[in-house]
């Protein structure tokens, strides 16, 4: 069932970049919309494909890289819907898809060994490591668009502006959209910072333990809170802003890779 599961819920993101890619070459609002319906409808089974594993494993599926990866793509899936939906741009699909299809991909089609027991359970703990994984994706798509944001500026600088060009969003709306994602990103970090704390105090006794994990966690809620902070400003609006929230991102795979697998004592897997 769950092969079943990924295999549409492939089938429906490919569906979906392919025809998000045909929409910036072709202007019709039906390609555009068929975009959009494959890519909830792909939402949708990729939650299905979420609950098996679930199922599966005993607990919300975050313990083991290829679970998280795969919640991961589903929250960076959700968030970009939200964002498309309330700034009416579609010309960033064609840029997120593909983040979203590999996630998916490697998270369910990889050979792997079948995750040990949750080391730990209840609600504090899964609202902590859901949350996290939000903000991550929120990041994740601010770094996106911040890209994109620089590409469009090179392109308008060197004049080199072909007829897909004008179909991108303009500067001042993909700015509006990754400052919009870093605060989804912060909002959801900030509240998982609170029921990480709580965790660790029911199970340890303490609310601080000097973990690489929870260290890197603030290190990343710092840069972000400056990216904010510095938006605020005239001199660091524009590429100066987007150039730091992708630099900052590479702390966030750092987070999410390295020290979770080489660095936390106790952080197994998110």
């Known amino acids: 069932m769950r092969t079943y599961l990924g295999l549409a819920t492939l089938v429906l993101y490919a569906a979906s970049l392919a025809f998000y890619i045909r929409y910036l070459y072709v202007n019709k609002r039906l390609l555009g919309r068929a975009a959009t319906a494959c890519l909830l409808a792909g939402v949708v089974l990729h939650y299905a494909a979420l609950l098996a594993r679930s199922r599966l494993v005993h607990a919300v599926p975050y313990q083991d890289l290829y679970g998280s990866m795969s919640l991961f793509a589903w929250l960076l899936a959700f968030i970009y819907l939200v964002l498309e939906t309330y700034h009416r741009q579609r010309a960033v699909g064609p840029f997120v898809l593909p983040f979203i299809i590999v996630l998916f991909a490697v998270a369910h089609f990889v050979p792997s060994v079948p995750p040990p027991a949750a080391p730990a359970r209840g609600t504090e703990f899964a609202l902590h490591v859901t949350l996290n994984i939000l903000a991550y994706a ?97 001199a660091w609006r524009g590429a100066r802003a987007s150039w730091l929230c992708a630099l900052n991102f590479l702390l966030v795979v750092f987070s999410y890779t390295v020290v979770n697998l080489y660095l936390s004592r106790y952080h197994r897997y998110f």
């Open 138 to 234: 929120g990041f994740a798509l601010s770094f996106v668009l911040s890209l994109i944001y620089l590409l469009q500026d090179r392109l308008l600088r060197g004049r080199k502006l072909g007829p897909v060009f004008w179909r991108y969003p303009a500067l001042e709306v993909l700015e509006r959209m990754s400052r919009s994602s870093v605060v989804i990103g912060m909002a959801s970090l900030a509240v998982g910072i609170v029921f990480g704390f709580i965790w660790a105090h029911r199970i340890q006794g303490r609310y601080w333990n000097g973990d690489a994990k929870e260290i890197t966690t603030l290190a990343v809620f710092a840069l972000y809170s400056g990216y904010l902070w510095l938006g605020r400003k005239t």
